[in-house]
């Protein structure tokens, strides 16, 4: 799948599981077991948020803290859809592809900054979908896409502290769930 292809529809299914959170799921505990809905939601929009400028050269010195705190505000459904919308359009726009980014562990490709992006979004629009007693099944293409990425990349996760330790599963378990069981959560988790 074409990288911002697939980092737009990843962007769009999270905000379609904000979409269904009812007003009374704000406050419950997601399997990021730091996290409750709100705060899930408002990491992933700070993350958006975040992305615009850095896809556009700024240093992380020049952004400080100006996205720090609760970014939802009243509407946090169209905080979420602005915020992925912004992402999506610096993500697109000519030459974006080719550029680098200042993360806090050095400069990265922006096409890698995506990935990491589009895993963080997926995973936890799972996370989501689990919290929100919403259906966890996610998009194919989008599971298959972070899966075939993130081999490479768990260790580093899992040195940096970004995800728990590997969750078993049955050795007949499909690619959702050996993903999301890599990425530290349990396939099966309930509230």
């Known amino acids: 799948m074409e990288l911002i292809a697939a980092y737009r529809r990843a ?3 999270f905000g379609d599981q904000v979409a269904r959170i009812r ?31 850095l896809i556009n050269g700024a240093s992380l010195g020049s952004i400080g803290d100006r996205f720090e705190g609760d970014l939802l505000g009243a509407d946090p459904v169209t905080s979420a859809r602005d915020a992925a919308a912004e992402s999506v359009a610096a993500a697109s726009a000519p030459g974006a592809l080719n550029r680098t980014v200042e993360l806090s562990f050095g400069m990265t490709p922006t096409e890698e900054y995506l990935r990491q992006l589009l895993a963080d979004h997926v995973v936890h629009g799972w996370d989501l979908a689990a919290a929100t007693g919403a259906d966890r ?11 075939e990425w993130f081999p490479a990349n768990e260790a580093g996760y899992r040195a940096g502290g970004a995800i728990a330790a590997a969750v078993e599963v049955p050795a007949g378990a499909g690619t959702q769930d050996r993903l999301i069981a890599a990425f530290g959560r349990d396939p099966r988790w309930t509230t």
């Open 137 to 147: 099944d996610l998009d194919a293409d989008l599971v298959r896409e972070v899966a």
């Open 23 to 53: 007003p009374d799921q704000w406050d419950d505990p997601t399997p990021c077991t730091d996290w409750t809905v709100r705060e899930l939601v408002n990491h992933l929009v700070y993350e958006d948020r975040w992305s615009v400028p």
């Open 11 to 13: 962007l769009g299914e």
